[in-house]
């Protein structure tokens, strides 16, 4: 039985810094396109463009992006951090999941968002402004699912502060 711990590995990303994993103790785990596989993020870990995440049921983990939001997740969600085209600006596409979204004490913060195929940006206006956003695809009951395709089901909510949503095109 070793007595302690391997050492982490640091590996060179390809992709630009969005983000941390803030959360000791909860997992969040990442796509390795590589091997094919889900790896846990290791607690304090960077995030970096065009990463997968996922998070399991019973876990709420937190990610701290550059543009100054806080993303705690509430139970099964999946995203992908990518490169914003605007400075500042986060973006993320959430295949589904939910989530709590606060500034971390910074007012305008911006964050792209891809809902299930709903696209827009969220600005979190206040220093104290949060959102609780729920994405997820639904198939209507009697449907077929080999041939009807399902459509996204999205809900915003503000929890504080001023925030504002712009649908994209």
Known sequence: IPTKPAPLVVVKKDGPELGRYTSDEQVLSRYDAKEMVWK???????????????????????????????ITFAGESQVQLEASKKPGASRMTVHYGRMVVVTVGMPGVPLELDLSGLKGTLVLSDADAGVAIDSRRYLPPGSDPEKDPAFGVVEIFSTSGKATWTTEG
């Open 40 to 70: 846990i993020v290791p607690a304090r870990d960077l995030i970096f463009a065009g990463e997968r995440l996922q998070v399991l049921p019973p876990y709420r983990p937190q990610i701290a992006l550059s543009s100054g939001a806080q």
